[in-house]
Each structure stands twice: as C-alpha cells, then as structure tokens.
C-alpha cells in the first residue's frame, strides 16, 4: 500500500482559543515496502501526522490516500484501514488491560474479524506471539503484568500484528528501552518486515537508529516536511539539521571530523559502511584519495600500506 499526502493540514481545538495548527502542508509520499522513518523535534507534527494514516484522526484538509483508500472521501471503509495500517503508540504496554496475554493478543483480531471461529484465533494469536519473539506455550496463560517490560512490549507489537497489517506505524518505538532493548526490537521489526508487514513507519528521535534501518526517512519541521531522503542524502546536510535543532547519528560527526581534516568518505553513514570505509583507508585498499588542502599520507603509513611491512625496516632505515 503505497500512502501519498498532500497539503495535509490539522488544526487542534479548531474555533477555539486553543486552536494549534498541528500539520500545516504535509506533502509525502512512502512506498509500499519501505522501512520508513519520521524525525523531527518534538511538536513538529509527527504523531498527528502517523494517526492520519490509519484514521485515528479523520482528515480536515488536504489530501490523503493509503493504497486504494481514500481517506478524504465520507465512505471510506475505515474499520477494514485500520486492520490493514496497524499502529503502535509510544509506550504501548501501558495499554495491555486483559487478565492474560493470549486475551489480549486477540482482542484487536476479533474487533477486526467478527465471528472468527476460537480455533483460527488460536492459531493467529500464536504466530502471532511467536513473530513477536515470543513463546505461546510460556506466556499466553500469564498476566501480561507479570512479564517484564520487554515482553511487555512485544505482547502488545503482537496484538497489534495479529491481523497482519500491510503497513505496520510504530511511534518512538524504542523510547525507554535500553541499548540492548532497542538493537532487539529493531532487529524485530527487520523480522516483520521481511515476513509480515509490507511496509514499516516509524517515528525515532534516534538518527542512529534511522542510518541503520530506514530506506528513507522524512523530517518534520513546523507542521511540515523539510526534507525528505535516504539517511545518507540527510545526514549529508548535517548543518541543515542542526539549525532545525536535530542532530546527526554518530558516523556522520565522525565523517564531519574526517572532512575537516581533509578527507572524505562516501558512506551511507551505517556503522558497518563507515567503518569498512574507514579501514580501507586505514589499510589503503580503494581508499579515498586525502581531499585537496588536506594532511598528506604520513610516510610510514603508506611505506606499510605499499609494502605490506612494518613502517621502520630493518637496519632503522626509513621507511621511504
Ligand atoms: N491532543 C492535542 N490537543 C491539542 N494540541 C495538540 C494535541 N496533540 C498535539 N498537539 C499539538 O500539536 C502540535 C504537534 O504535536 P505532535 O503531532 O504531537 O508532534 P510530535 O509528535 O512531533 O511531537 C504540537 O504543537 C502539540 O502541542
Ligand atoms: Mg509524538
């Protein structure tokens, strides 16, 4: 399902004194298949602009389509969206509420899939469970307030891909999760991905965690789209980001430092890319020529890199 706004505009408590004008103009437009992911300070229009896609909120202006639905026409078949564009919010374990996990899991199915018999949920809310990294056996009987907050969480990934969403929207998904906690869930939804959801959305303060995953992502400024790439294309204009109060992943401030001292690396800013990158250089295999103005090749360096031996030969002579 390929999702396309334009000129999407929201206002909160429109006719009020509090009306906040939330999304000003969105255009954009995301793939079906991507691994998408959405940056932006806090308050640029983000969530507002994620509960679009499955009509969590209705569209006032502008338009907006998610594969064949039209969300800006009245008959739009809203219920069948929302089974197809499924959405975690932050902190998605504060919303768990049934006595056990397997209840929980199949509540979003049965609202969606009326008069599914108990042996198709079974089975559903299994898979389920076991896509989510999961055993059923281990937890499905269980209160899912016994289970720690990793669990937790992917309990409720599992509720929420149980009707086997096309699009799968996850806001801040790793917000308050550990280093650990975070490489696993991204390592989990690179796993929905490939098996359940054809595309994946996601809103991240984290540039580290957009470099690594996304295809491309989109930055929100204002109530709109600044701009819009792949993480090397954006992390490229480091500067740009910067004036707009965001930040670089960590590779990109090392390819900064690099540049500033004369040398240049094409990378996608992924840590594997950057570091091959950069031991290619070490090593001199296809490295980037020193950019013009830049600190020369120390001698002993390249006398080891042409020679395959130590800078300082036998009998001290130099290495030259
Ligand atoms: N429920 C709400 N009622 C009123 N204003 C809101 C509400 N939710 C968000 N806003 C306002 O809309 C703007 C965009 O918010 P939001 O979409 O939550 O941004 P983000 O997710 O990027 O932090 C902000 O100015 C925010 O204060
Ligand atoms: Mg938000």
């Known amino acids: 399902m390929r999702i396309a706004a334009k000129g999407l505009t929201y206002v909160y408590n429109p006719k009020s004194s509090f009306a906040t004008q939330a ?3 969105v255009d954009l437009t995301i793939e079906e298949g991507e691994f998408f992911g959405i940056i932006g300070h806090t308050g640029s229009g983000k969530s507002t602009f994620v509960q679009h896609l499955n009509a969590l909120i209705r569209l006032t202006g502008g338009e907006l389509k998610v594969g064949e639905y039209d969300l800006a026409d009245k008959k739009c078949k809203v219920l069948e969206l929302r089974s197809k564009v499924g959405m975690v919010f932050q ?18 199915l049965k609202n969606f899939r009326k008069g599914i018999s108990a042996e198709e949920t079974e089975a559903a809310v299994r898979e389920a469970l076991s896509v989510a990294g999961l055993l059923y056996d281990e937890v499905a009987e269980r209160s899912p307030f016994e ?9 409720a990934i599992a509720g929420v891909i149980v009707t086997k ?22 390592e989990l939804l690179h796993a929905i991905h490939g098996q359940w959801c054809k595309t994946i959305v996601i809103v ?37 980001l910067a004036a707009m109060g965001l930040d670089v992943p960590v590779t990109a401030r090392c390819a900064q430092i690099l540049r500033e001292n ?14 091959g990158k950069v031991l290619a250089l070490y090593r001199g295999d296809g490295a980037p020529a020193p950019c013009a103005g830049g600190e020369q090749e120390p001698a002993a360096a390249r006398a080891e890199r042409e020679e395959g031996a130590p800078a300082l030969r036998e009998g001290g002579e130099d290495a030259q």
Not at 91 to 108: N, R, S
Not at 147 to 155: A, D, K, P, T, Y
Not at 168 to 180: K, T
């Open 23 to 25: 999304l000003k103009g």
């Open 91 to 108: 902190y998605p374990e504060y919303q768990l509420f049934a006595e056990t996990v397997k209840k929980d899991v199949a509540f979003g």
């Open 147 to 155: 289970l720690s907050g990793g669990q937790r969480r992917r309990v």
């Open 165 to 186: 969403p096309e699009v799968l929207i996850l806001d801040e998904p790793a917000a308050g999760l550990d280093p650990l906690g975070k490489k696993e869930l991204m």
């Open 204 to 240: 991240s303060h984290d540039m580290d965690e957009i470099a690594e995953n996304c295809t491309r992502a989109a930055v929100f400024s204002e109530g709109k789209v600044a701009f819009c790439g792949t993480p090397k294309e954006l992390f490229s204009r480091g500067e740009e």
């Open 262 to 275: 004369g040398i240049e690396l094409d990378t996608d800013f992924t840590c594997g890319d950057f570091i």
